[in-house]
């Protein structure tokens, strides 16, 4: 049986690596969390009224002091428990139960049964629930990597990762279930999945595309999905958010409008500009070189997360890393769709910019593991990295 490239990556690499560094107090890569800042300073500014009470500015301020506590709270735990079947079994239990319980007892919020409400301030359960679903997929294809080719590690990886999906799917949080689909997605292909199913895949794709079409979509999911494929049918009604966004974002030309000018969300045209448009809010008032910034910002954090993934003591680490990467990839390339009109409006943040604190103490908290992990990484040699990266 051919191994996968994670089963190549620890044999031929063997050679490469130094012994294991002794367990460090602190390791933070400060390269990603330096980049960041730019971002989580774009978001406040570009939700601050600048007249007025600043609910959100001043909501996402605390939500931001919270997200750094747990970054280096998890910088300091060592995670090689959560290697152990039982307590990521005992997790998932407990995950799949609170989201049964919300479906259950929690009250409607804009007509989503998606949150947990503590006084002035509500979590969304889904986004932790992400990185569980990362934990428990790089702990299956860990173990598994060399038989992955077998179909039936595919559709049992897809069972992990659909019950939640399901779950959060009838909340209903469509934004956060393509997420999980996607996060099982993109590590089923980069765990070493054979070409030949990757048509599998993809026909399970469609047949689910097709079942949760007939039985599962609302009524305004339907139509956000019609208006992408015919988007100017309906301006007036399901298409106007992305029809606004399409306008905030070309309005922003070159050099933006400066701070605090962007017509579109300022005067309340563009809706939800503080969460789901605040890129077309941020592209209006910064333009396409504040945009080009903000991929630049984005890329060095990928990267920093791929090199950590890279540098993981065992297939866990490394495939935790790849699944965080792709977590992130996924929400900036379905946020940035939905804003410029080319996938359909799905209600899924912007890393870093969006108001909100479970997502945002999510992302961190994925980040500080990934961190934690660090701390007992393998040391490489400095040729032997650019090699990685650069193939010199």
Not at 68 to 80: A, C, T, W, Y
């Amino acid at each position: 049986m051919k191994p996968s490239f994670f089963g190549r990556t620890k044999i031929f690499g063997a050679s490469l690596v130094r012994p294991m560094r002794h367990l460090r107090l602190f390791s933070v890569d400060w390269v990603l969390l330096s980049a960041t800042i730019p971002l989580l300073c774009a978001g406040l500014v570009t939700m601050n009224s600048f007249t007025g009470e600043n609910h959100f500015f001043d909501k996402q301020l605390i939500w931001i002091v919270l997200a750094f506590v747990v970054f280096f709270l998890f910088s300091i735990i060592d995670f090689r428990f959560l290697k152990r079947t039982n307590v990521l079994v005992t997790l998932f239990a407990l995950a799949v139960a609170l989201l049964l319980g919300m479906l259950i007892l929690s009250h409607a919020i804009k007509g989503a049964r998606s949150w947990l409400s503590f006084g002035a301030f509500s979590l969304q359960p889904s986004d932790p629930v992400k990185i569980l679903v990362v934990l428990i997929l790089a702990k299956y294809f860990s173990r598994r990597h060399i038989e992955i080719a077998r179909v039936k590690h595919i559709l049992i990886s897809g069972f992990y990762a659909f019950v939640p999906f399901v779950l959060v799917l009838l909340q209903p949080d469509f934004g956060s279930a393509v997420i999980i689909f996607l996060i099982w997605l993109g590590m089923v292909m980069v765990s070493g999945i054979s070409k030949k199913h990757l048509i599998l895949v993809a026909l399970l794709g469609a047949v689910s595309v097709g079942l949760l079409w007939s039985f599962a979509f609302k009524d305004y999911q339907k139509d956000r999905i019609l208006t992408f494929l015919h988007p100017l049918t309906d301006i007036r009604g399901a298409g106007y958010n992305a029809y606004q966004s399409m306008i905030a974002v070309g309005s922003g030309e070159v050099l933006g409008k400066g701070v605090g000018y962007g017509t579109q969300s300022r005067l309340r045209f563009l809706p939800e500009y503080q969460t789901d448009f605040i890129f077309a809010a941020f592209a209006e008032e910064w333009g396409f070189v504040g945009v080009l910034i903000m991929f630049v910002l984005f890329g060095i954090i990928l990267w920093r997360i791929l090199a950590a993934a890279l540098l993981g003591v065992s297939n866990f680490e490394i495939l935790f890393g790849m699944g965080v990467a792709i977590m992130f990839m996924s929400h900036i390339i379905v946020n940035v769709g939905m804003n410029i009109g080319l996938l359909p409006v799905t209600g899924t943040p912007l890393p870093f910019l969006s108001y909100g604190g479970s997502h945002l103490i999510t992302e961190f908290a994925a980040l500080g593991m990934l961190m934690g992990m660090r701390r007992y990484n393998r040391a490489v040699h400095k040729d032997d990295t650019a090699h990685e990266f650069f193939g010199m």
